[in-house]
């Protein structure tokens, strides 16, 4: 019985220790799991800037590590069987151990259990648990201070916000980097501003806007010229984004009109000179009028508030079509009159950038440009900007978009008509600014049109060109039976299968004869 | 008597036949254990070897050692198995009556050497068949029970194929080991010049008698075995087969059939009687793997491609040792 209990106690002795390695290698594995889990999520919170506790997150990671270590510590079971089977291999003991423990287990009686515990007995007090089961650390957990050095180092330096695309980021002056945040900042505004108006053109500008924005925080310092080109980009979109919040101011009236012209299809002059075909007559019919009240309505969504407009209203229906005939022709004139200015406009600007491209040539002038004052707006200080500069019309596509009457223009029936002196100073006037810079990905449009000749380019008539290739197809078929490119090919298909050898040989054959 | 007693006297005992037997044959320590196996877990061998290595010297000397009825049989092409197990002769009485009288063959015999086995035809080769499975003879009808211990030692030469006849496998199946008899070293050559060279005739002792030989296969049989060893075994004996989860690659390409189930109880038997001459209680893996060739080379049978690349069954059954794990997952798992 002593020998029994000697037997089971080292059973004893060499299952602990295998649950205390067993247990111990759990530990390090799933702390080194946790530390994984915590490097990752440190990494997401310092250098992505992840919203995260990190007291929060090392605890739940520590919590949950422990949890799952207690529960695994807690189902892992060995048998002593096992162990003495392990003992017996590893010390030499010829299975002595483990056929003691099961015999002595199952059947107690057998004439051999006694020599055989008495063998165990004497191989058990060679039994070293810790040569049984030595410890050992394996190598991967390693790694665990190594991942506990990376989170302190990413503790340390402070890495937020990093972006991987902006490796060349510390090269960038400061200066350039927020020149380049504001335009993405005035970029993002106007897009939204466009996005309510549904102007898709607007919309486009304002995304590529912002795009530039981005894109020349990333480029880096490259001097001045950049720095000058992102100042002067940045108060032409404040003076786009100011347009377009005055636009915004007026959306119902002015989506009101915008769908009353899609729908009518007329422009103002239009449905003036529409309005004056009723009037023609000294009395008018009830259907008549309410037709030219209709007109009148449209007209006042379409052009704003219009004390004019108003006035005609009043007369036709007061009755006094006379009046109202000689306002709207009034009306009609200066409405002409604008349209004159316009194009007299658009000469003059024309010719003024002619000369100015000429004075550009020369290398003083070429380097001047007045930088607007710090914190004045645009339209305060009346400068305008110029859009016909190419640095403008190179980088962002739909820019030719602004430059078209009523969009910024003191003509016509439009509310900036009565601006007034503000409009005074025109950008076409701005001396102009030339800054060199690298080409951008521009839009290409390409069209292609397919038309008959014209009639002046045509020198022979159809038919008869026809009539000469035909022949000509005609003469070539029957000249030859076999097309030229391919005769080598059919001679030598004849040649591989024998064929022409054999006319070979018959043809120096009869050679031969004639010979 | 106590356990430990029977089991000192047992390798007392064994070590004396061997000792015996050292005195006429030199060398073939391994062959000698092998037979001494083979006849305490009451089995047969198959001894093969080239001429002259002492083969039938070998088994003479055994069965001079001891003490056991020997009988010798030289199997020839016309030999018939009348010849072997016996035949019904008619005799006179003294009143002149006529009767059947069954006369036994040389198979009646404690010890029995079928000498170059693979020379007789397979009928007389099949005579043997029930006599070495079941210990009896049928003639005409009559059941004769062989003489306990039976055991049966066949030699084979394998160079000389002409005219011979290869055991069939469900023979080849019934022997307990196969025994490779080897060519002798240059000490060992040099002994046995002197040993056979001289005038003087070396006469043997018999030191076993009949029931000692009955008694020790009772205890062989009484040794315990661990379920990891058994398992060890079982799992060594379906290895051999090409369709088994433990077959090697080898043996999944060369062999067509493995080892039957005497192959488990051949290396459970062999096993417990090499811890018995160890003096040992129980049987090891050691113990396995050591008697693991000669219980199973010969129930191994190789496919055509193993036959033609010439590919040796105890090469493929020691890789399959080599190879296979000691422990079954559970443990093995405990020890990574």
Known sequence: ?515 | MDVQDQVITFGQHFQQVRDEIAKVIVGHTDVVEGLLTCLLCGGHALLEGVPGLGKTLLVKSLGSALHLHFSRIQFTPDLMPADIIGTRVVLQDEQERRYFEFQPGPVFSNLVLADEINRATPKTQSALLEAMQEQTVTVAGTEHPLPRPFFVLATQNPLEMDGTYPLPEAQLDRFFMKLNVTYPSFDELSDIVDRTTQSETLSLEAVLTEDTIWEAQRLVREVPIASHVKDYAIRLVMATHADSPYASDRVQRYVRYGSSPRGVQGLVLAGKVRALFNRRFNVSLDDIRAVAVPCLRHRLILNFEGEAEGIESADLITDLLERLPEQAMREATLTS
């Open chain 1, 1 to 515: 019985m002593d020998n029994h209990q000697k037997l089971h106690a080292i059973g004893r002795q060499l299952q602990q220790r295998w649950l205390f390695l067993r247990r111990r290698g759990l530990a390090g594995e799933i702390f080194l799991v946790a530390s994984g889990l915590a490097f990752l999520a440190t990494v997401g919170a310092r250098v992505f800037g992840w919203p995260i506790s990190l007291f929060w997150l090392y605890g739940g990671i520590l919590g949950l590590a422990l949890l799952v270590w207690a529960g695994l510590a807690w189902w892992v079971r060995v048998e002593p069987l096992s162990v003495l089977i392990a003992a017996d291999r590893t010390m030499g003991l010829e299975e002595r151990l483990s056929t003691a423990y099961e015999y002595e287990q199952q059947q107690p009686d057998h004439r051999f259990v006694p020599g055989l515990v008495a063998e165990a007995e004497q191989a058990a007090a060679r039994v070293d648990a810790r040569l049984v089961f030595p410890s050992h650390l394996p190598r991967r957990l390693w790694g665990i201070p190594l991942l506990l050095l990376a989170i302190i180092g990413l503790h340390r330096f402070d890495m937020t916000p990093f972006h991987f695309d902006d490796l060349a980021q510390d090269e960038a002056s400061k200066e350039v980097q927020r020149e380049g945040k504001r335009l993405e900042d005035w970029g993002r505004k106007l897009e939204q501003l466009a996005q309510q108006e549904q102007l898709d053109r607007s919309l486009i500008l304002a995304r590529h806007m912002k795009h530039l924005g981005r894109r020349l925080q990333r480029e880096g310092d490259k001097g001045e010229q950049a720095s000058e080109r992102i100042s002067t980009l940045s108060q032409y979109l404040q003076r786009l984004h100011q347009e377009l919040r005055e636009r915004a101011l007026m959306s119902e009236s002015g989506a009101m009109a915008v769908q009353d012209i899609l729908a009518s299809g007329k422009s103002a002059k239009q449905e003036l000179q529409d309005i004056l075909q009723l009037l023609r007559g000294d009395t008018l019919p009830g259907e008549m009028k309410n037709v030219a009240e209709q007109g009148i309505q449209r007209l006042s969504r379409q052009l704003g508030d219009n004390p004019e407009l108003q006035q005609l209203m009043q007369d036709l229906q007061a009755g006094n079509v006379s009046a109202a005939r000689q306002l709207l022709q009034d009306l009609i004139q200066k409405q002409q009159a604008a349209e004159d200015m316009e194009h007299l406009e658009r000469a003059r600007r024309a010719l003024q950038y002619s000369a100015r491209s000429l004075q550009n040539d020369k290398p003083s002038e070429s380097s001047t440009k007045p930088q607007p004052s710090q914190g004045q707006q645009p339209g305060e200080s009346g400068e305008a900007f110029d859009f016909g500069d190419e640095t403008l019309s190179e980088d962002m596509p739909g820019m030719d978009d602004f430059d078209t009457p009523g969009f910024g223009e003191d003509h016509g029936f439009g509310r900036h008509a009565k601006q007034g002196p503000k409009r005074d100073l025109r950008e076409s006037e701005q001396p102009v600014t030339k800054v060199p810079v690298k080409s951008g990905e521009g839009q290409m449009r390409l069209g292609y049109m397919r038309h008959l000749p014209l009639h002046n380019e045509a020198k022979v008539p159809l038919e008869q060109a026809v009539v000469t290739y035909q022949q000509a197809a005609e003469q070539v078929l029957a000249q030859e039976q076999i097309p030229r490119g391919y005769r080598d090919q059919i001679k030598q298909y004849f040649l591989a299968i024998g064929m022409a050898a054999s006319e070979t040989q018959a043809a120096g054959q009869e050679g031969a004869r004639e010979e």
